[in-house]
């Protein structure tokens, strides 16, 4: 629930910038010269991109979350057998040896979204973001394509 809480409030401080840095872009388009119409939409491209990157990233963590919910709701989401540091950090050869685990899991069933999102937990726990958030896209794709068919 914090995770949320900090995720909508920092969605809202974004937007609010976001308005903030277009209506300056909007003053500069009306000075009218050559040089601040440039300026201006050179400066209201930022927050389109802005808000695009917003938009996907919040898809993505609903999205995400649906999977996990359905995946607890069966009784699937992978257990936290992890060691840790002292200071509580994952220690990494444990993350190595369950994200094997998780791989061989997916290359056996590659069309099963719910080893994709494991896969993609392994991933994380492994510090490959990039990694994690390609298998979790997947994931998503491969449950959405099950959820058409029926």
């Known amino acids: 629930m914090r995770a ?18 277009g209506s300056r872009g909007v003053l500069l388009i009306e000075q009218g010269t050559a040089v601040t119409v440039a300026f201006g939409v050179a400066v209201l491209v930022l927050p389109l991109i802005g808000a695009w990157f917003l938009w996907h990233t919040t898809r ?7 999977l996990a919910r359905q ?7 992978p257990v936290d057998e992890l060691e840790r540091t002292p200071s509580g950090r994952i220690d990494r050869a444990s993350a190595d040896a369950v994200f094997a685990r998780r791989r061989v899991e997916a290359e ?11 896969l993609a937990v392994a991933y994380h726990d492994a510090r490959d973001t990039p990694r994690a958030r390609k298998a979790m896209q ?7 394509a099950a959820a058409r068919r029926r």
């Open 4 to 21: 949320k809480i900090t995720y909508f409030l920092l969605a809202a401080v974004l937007v609010v910038y976001f308005v903030l840095v």
């Open 71 to 77: 995946l607890e709701a069966e009784g699937g989401l």
């Open 138 to 144: 997947h994931a998503i794709a491969l449950h959405e």
């Open 60 to 66: 993505f963590a609903r999205r995400a979350g649906r």
């Open 108 to 118: 056996q069933n590659p069309d099963d979204w719910r080893s994709w999102f494991r």
